[in-house]
């Protein structure tokens, strides 16, 4: 099987009477192995190809001297083995035989290197400077297609070009080729333009369960991301009677979430808004129904025991639970303790016991034990711990609470 075609042919210099080609080994040489290159020319009109070296050679540079000034010339590079030779690679355009002062080369600017992103309706206008002697010719294509001139205005000059689009839409989004190119040689860029809008809200919100102070919601994505990846989601409740939405979660990530502390008598309302590179969503999802936060019922039924049975060491009926709150919203940190004699209680937090400060106010009656955080802060996330001691041991159960910041 003979080789394949040299690959990336192109002019790396030209002057008033030769020019300078490069160009990669093929792909596949063959079991035989490649024997060299043949680099062949032919003046432009003409069809008459001439070989401008007698023997193959392995060098993948080659200069092709005695030309004419002003001679356009068409050049091809046959690879060859001993199974045969290669289809030729060949140059689009014909090499004008004139000194080329300086090469294209094209001067991306460091923010147009990554992608360009724009919102729906803005004006994209961008200038790449680029530099070559004589003036370059300058190309713009989109997937290897002329651009459509009804949308996008170019504008050259000897030193830039101007690409300008009045107002983006999302189809004008994708990947733009620039070239400058003077006789064969060129230089090449990727110009990378995202056009984005805000997404549309989520989809399917439910409100999927209820129990003491807290809910579960649950939605899908939406069915328009705006052209970007989503961020996130933006939780609100609503309370019956201020008709008034508070930010409860932000930034969540996942399509599910659980909204706690909430207040026992109100009714609330859910909706949820999607995010992405672009803002929020222009309208929320809201939940169709309603959660009522009622106040359960609980009877303390002391125990019967013989006076001598009754001591006991402490013992936790109730944990506590972990809490997620929202910042200088007051929660409740809530425990059930039983021992005889009544236990002692201490409550710590990262394993510091809470002394006399005002922003704690902790609380015991009928075994239940109670912390209040007021307007807590991020700094007061962390880990709490109730400790409850009497004359006959001790006990403690944790629990970790998280502060959200505010909308």
């Not at 083995?81 to 002062?101: D, F, K, N, T, Y």
């Not at 790449?128 to 504008?155: A, C, M, Y």
């Not at 106010?361 to 996330?381: H, N, T, Y």
Request: glycine share 8%.
């Amino acid at each position: 099987e003979p080789p394949s075609s040299p690959l990336s042919l192109a002019v790396e210099e030209v002057s008033e009477n030769s020019f300078t080609l490069t160009w990669k080994a093929p792909e596949h040489t063959g079991k035989a192995g490649l024997d060299g290159y043949v680099v062949e020319i032919c003046k432009d009109g003409s069809s008459d190809w001439k070989a401008v070296n007698q023997e193959p050679f392995l060098s993948t540079r080659y200069t092709i001297p005695n030309l004419s000034s002003g001679d356009k010339i068409h050049v091809r590079v046959t690879a060859v083995g001993a199974s045969g030779s290669s289809a030729p690679a060949m140059l689009e355009q014909p090499v004008l035989i004139r000194e080329i002062l300086q090469l294209p080369k094209i001067r991306m600017p460091r923010h147009l290197r990554e992608t360009y992103i724009r919102r729906v309706g803005d004006a994209v206008n961008i200038m790449i400077p680029f530099q070559g002697k004589p003036q370059p010719e300058v190309t713009w294509t989109k997937g290897g297609q002329p651009l459509d001139t009804s949308r996008i205005n170019i504008r050259n000059t000897a030193r830039d070009t101007i690409f300008y689009i009045r107002q983006a839409q999302r189809g004008d989004s994708g990947q733009y080729q620039l070239c400058v190119r003077i006789n064969g040689a060129e230089d090449k860029a990727i110009l990378d333009i995202q056009v984005v809008e805000p997404p549309g809200p989520p989809q399917n919100l439910k409100l999927v369960d209820v129990w003491g102070f807290n809910v579960a919601l649950e939605w899908t994505p939406p069915a328009d991301n705006g052209n970007a990846e989503i961020k996130g989601y933006r939780v609100q409740k609503s309370d019956k009677k201020s008709g008034k939405w508070f930010t409860v979660l932000e930034r969540c990530t996942r399509t599910s979430c659980t909204i706690s502390d909430l207040i026992i008598g109100n009714t609330y309302s859910f909706r949820v808004f999607s995010e992405n590179s672009c803002g929020l969503s222009d309208s929320a999802a809201v939940a169709a129904g309603v959660a009522h936060i009622e106040k359960t019922k609980t009877t303390y039924q002391p125990e019967k025991i013989p006076q001598r049975d009754m001591m006991e060491p402490p013992k936790f009926t109730q944990p506590l639970t972990d809490r997620t709150t929202t910042r200088g919203y007051s929660t409740h940190l809530f425990c059930s303790v039983r021992g005889f004699p009544q236990p002692k209680i201490i409550w710590l937090k990262n394993q510091m016991e809470i002394r006399e400060d005002p922003k704690y106010i902790a609380m015991i009656e009928q075994g239940v034990c109670s912390l209040e955080i007021r307007k807590p802060s991020p700094f007061d996330g962390g880990v709490y711990t109730c400790k409850a001691v009497n004359a006959l041991g001790e006990a403690s159960v944790d629990c970790r609470l998280d502060v959200k910041g505010e909308e």
